[in-house]
Each structure stands twice: as C-alpha cells, then as structure tokens.
C-alpha cells in the first residue's frame, strides 16, 4: 500500500461530513435544521396563512383529525416558527398546513437526519434524470439549448406525478387511504411517525418541485419572473468535466439563499406560486376547473427559448448577477477550497476541519510551509490547470449505490368523506 500508514477511522466520517455540508445547500431553498434556514417551510406557511384570509374554507368537519397530541404539538412549533397565532387558523387548517410543511420537507429529507450521510447522499447525489428533476435540475444528458426544454418539461412532469398521487388519495382509490403516517426528523429528539392528510402531503412534495423552480433557473423581470430563461446544472457541476456551454449555467448557492436581501423579489414570486398552485389544487379537487393545476404551471414554468451563454441568457439582468456570486463547483475544489482568506464560501470552512481534527487528536505534527497538501490545493483552483475526463467505468464505480428511497408507509383510513372546497375570491 506505497507504505503509508492507513489514516484513523475517525477520519473518513469527519471528511465525509464536510463534504455532505458543503453540497447541502446545493439542492435548492433549505429545509429548516440547525444547519439551515427554513425556506420551503416559511414560503409555504406564509402562502397558505395568507390564502385562508382570501378564501371561504368549509373543511371543517369534513377532513379528518388524528386523535393524538403528535401533530398538534409539531404544529403548534411550525405556527410559532412561522409567527403564526393558534387562533389564526382553525384545527383543521393547522392539520392541512401540517400535512403541506411535512411534505414540502420530504424530497430534501425523507424523514432522515441531515446527519444521515448515506440516506443524503442517495436523495441529493441521485444521478438519474428523475432525481434531478424533482429539484428542478438538469439531467446529466440534458445538453445544449434542448436541455433546458426537456429539464423544464421533467420538471412539470414531476409536478403532476405528485398532484395526482395527492388525487388518487383524495379520491380514494381503492389501496388509497387520506390519512398516513410518515417518517419526521427533529433535531435532538431523532425520527418519529406524524399523521398527515395524505392529498395536502403530496401537494406539498409538488410545491417542493415548483419552489426549486425559482432558486434552480435564470428567469427575467421583464414578465414579473414567470417564464425560465435557463435551468441550473448540479450533477454535472459537481464533476470535473463541467463545461458551460454544453452543460448550462452551474447551480448557484446564491440563489438558494432565500433571506437574502438581493433575493427577496425571487422568493416573494415563488410565494405566489405556491399560492395559486394551492388554489388551484382546490378548484381541481372540487371538481370546480379540472385543468387549473397546468394552468399554474403554464403561467409559472415555462421557457423563453433562445437564452444561451451566446447571447448572454438574453440579458440576464440582476439575477444572472446574483447567480454568478457563488455557484457550484467540484467537490475536490470546494474540499480544498479556492479563497485565501475571509468569505462564507467552502474555503471558509477549512480552518474548521483543522479544529475538529485537533480536536479528535488527528493533527500529529505541523506541515513545514509549503507542503504537499498546499500544493495540491493551488493545483485544485488554478483556472488552467488540465480538466479530468471521467472514463464511463469510473462515472458507473462513483455512482451512488443506494436504492431510492422507498413511499411512505400508508396508515388506517380515519374517515371516507372528502373536503368540499368553495371560494369567495380568487388570489392575491
């Protein structure tokens, strides 16, 4: 083995570890952990508080309530978390924003850990095109100009997919039940089963897909952001093969930062989003409009063609700026980092992984200045250093192994009656 002593244990799980918290941010708005800011979760609640104000909701009385104190008490934490009174919302409709929040969180977590390395690697490195495209991502074979139409058709695909198992429930397919017990992760007290109401639950992993679609693309103010000028690239800018003009533009982390100041009309249009998807679930479901959901879709992800890097994504604008700040890069040069000193980025980390290594009694003896480890670092970042073509055998050896990760378990059927919903006025 070249004699070289075989590294501690402990080291490959701290390294792993950094390598799972730099690429987290990568998959889209944040779910909310102790690690990270609760996009999904905040765009989603404040849509659906807002929507109840505007519409007449005649569920009570007809969803069914789970007779167990689990629910409420997640709940009564999601309302305070959201800056939500109780008496804001009825029973039924904290249960219904419960359902949406617990599966808005779903695709970036399947009830595991963000500590989960193994469970995360197979949900957010899922190199398949459906993988990417429940983020709103390109496919690794999504190239050109023709990438960007068959991400964002992908995209709505997956969208309807999860709208119509939330349909098949609310209709009551035989097999189907209304209220189901899923897997939830809180930080410090470990996994629990939570009832949610099965339709709202999918509805909410659709408006996962449909939030992803606004931190995951280059759109234009010129129409209010409706329309996609591009869609990001994430499996392939992870890689060491990456190349703009074949693979798109880089997934961007300044993007995904939801509470950022420069980002805030971004997420104020995936919030109206979210709305009139939420409406438009309504309008379908009570059989009101049985083509509002494509609607939605129609006015909210659509390409504009002909943005290329050729044209300069037609502009670009602000965004295409605010993209730019911070986008993805290889793994290995995140690792190693590329700034000398300052800046939030994964170089920023680095003085961290030193500290969690004293810490552990893994540093030994200091690097005389200039050591192979530096070396290896500057090779990493320099722009002109030679790109690594990855052989098919070597992209077939790193692809994850893990197997999707499987639907949840469906629990007893608490009632056979469906919500009737009606309106007194349309969204804001």
Known sequence: MNGRRPAPAVVR?????????????????????????????????????????????VEEGVIPIPDNDTW?????????????????????????????????????????????????????????????????????????????????????????????????HFDHIPGQTRVIRVPVYLDFYGRIDVHVYAPFYYVGQALHVLQDSFSHTLRSDDDGLHTIRSVLNYIDAISSDFDERRDGLAHSDSLDQCFRPEAADLTEAAKRATQDFVFAVRQEFSGVDPDAVEAVLDAWVTLRPGCTI?????????????????????????????????????????????????????????????????????????????RERRSPRRERRD??????????????????????????????
């Open 310 to 386: 050729d044209n300069g994504y037609c502009g670009g604008g602000r965004w295409l700026d605010l993209l730019r700040e911070e986008q993805t890069r290889p793994y290995v040069a995140a690792f190693f980092g590329c700034s000398v000193a300052g800046g939030s980025g994964p170089g920023a980390a680095f003085p961290w992984l030193l500290v969690l290594l004293a810490g552990a009694g893994l540093v030994r003896r200091r690097r005389r200045p200039g050591a192979r480890s530096s070396a290896v670092r500057v090779r990493a970042c320099r722009e002109d250093a030679p």
């Open 13 to 57: 799980p701290l390294a792993g570890l950094l390598l799972v918290l730099w690429a987290l941010p990568a998959q889209a708005y944040t779910v909310g952990s102790s690690l990270s800011d609760p996009c999904h979760e905040r765009i989603t609640g404040r849509a659906f508080v807002d929507l109840t104000r505007e519409l007449a909701m």
């Open 72 to 168: 409420q008490d997640l709940s009564e934490q999601m309302l305070a978390n959201l800056g939500v009174a109780r008496n804001e919302l009825t029973e039924t409709q904290q249960f219904i924003l419960l359902s949406l929040v617990v599966g808005v969180r779903a695709p970036d977590t399947d009830g595991h850990s963000l500590m989960n390395l193994a469970s995360l690697r197979a949900i957010h490195g899922d190199p398949s095109d459906e993988g990417q495209y429940a983020h709103c991502l390109r496919a690794s074979g999504d190239d050109g100009p023709a990438g960007d139409a068959a991400a964002v058709d992908g995209t709505r695909r997956r969208i309807l997919e999860l709208f119509d198992e939330g349909r098949s």
């Open 399 to 428: 692809a994850p192994r893990h197997p999707r990760p499987a639907p949840p378990a469906a629990g007893r059927d608490a009632t056979a009656a469906p919500p009737i919903p009606s309106r007194s006025s349309g969204p804001a």
